[in-house]
């Protein structure tokens, strides 16, 4: 059973260009969700999408922007890179049911995707 | 709205000794609570959750902690500390209902094991 994928791993781009980060969830799951973990600091919130829309969105200007596909995977694209965006982006899926244990919507996370900006 | 606070960036014990992680949470509907570990250049991996089950929860890799509500405090402890133990320790919480799904962290405790 394939865990949450993310691709890239790794990313450089420049100030003013556009990104486009991917995300593959869990086996079974329909949400998906996206947070940003800056240098030494705790994962921040951006969006939630279930049913192909956005449900929830964190404090986050709409240079973020996100997209979920028919097959649950999602999209987080960012506009007009900043340096302050240099981050790593971690996706995570859940699922509205408790499976195994699981609590309704518990998170599972990927990997991440370093982006760089200079 | 909810937050957590994690008291200590940084952590530092001698192997073998008692690990003590500090979270303080707030919330104002009865809170799910999580700790996370994350290796370097790695993502999240779940250690253990509170789910009002029952207050003593346990973890993997020997972790638990200890749900105290007049504290509003979730300390996660491991008796024995490992080399392998070295990592970088977040504190979440979240609500549980509907569009109360999403995580907010602390600002994490990195955690360095002396040999």
């Known amino acids: 059973d394939a865990g949450v994928t993310q691709s890239p791993t790794h990313l450089i781009k420049t100030r003013g260009q556009q990104v486009t980060l991917r995300c593959s969830p869990k086996?079974?799951?329909?949400?998906v969700s996206w947070y940003q973990q800056a240098l030494g600091q705790g994962p921040q919130f951006i969006f939630q999408y279930y049913e192909e829309e956005e449900r929830q969105r964190g404090n986050f200007p709409d240079r973020f922007s996100g997209h979920q596909f028919p097959n649950y995977s999602s999209e987080l694209n960012v506009n007009a890179l900043l340096l302050g965006d240099s981050a790593l982006y971690l996706c995570a899926s859940s699922s509205p049911t408790s499976v195994g244990g699981a609590l309704p919507y518990e998170q599972y996370f990927g990997p991440g995707t370093r982006l760089t900006v200079t | 709205a909810q937050s957590v606070t994690q008291l200590g960036s940084h952590v530092s014990v001698s192997e073998g000794a008692l690990v003590l992680l500090r979270c303080n949470y707030s919330?104002?509907?009865?809170?799910?609570l999580f700790w996370y570990v994350q290796y370097p250049n790695q993502g999240l991996q779940l250690l253990l959750k509170?789910?009002?089950?029952?207050?003593l929860v346990k973890g993997i890799n020997g972790f638990e902690a200890e749900f105290k509500k007049s504290e509003t405090s979730f300390h996660l402890t491991k008796p024995s500390a490992h080399m392998s133990d070295a990592a970088e320790y977040f504190c979440?919480?979240?609500?549980?209902?509907?569009?109360?799904?999403?995580?907010?962290f602390g600002q994490g405790t990195r955690l360095t094991i002396n040999p």
């Open positions: 919330s104002s509907v009865p809170p799910y």
């Open positions: 979440a919480v979240r609500g549980s209902g509907w569009g109360a799904q999403k995580l907010v």
């Open positions: 086996s079974g799951h329909d949400t």
């Open positions: 509170y789910t009002s089950a029952a207050t």
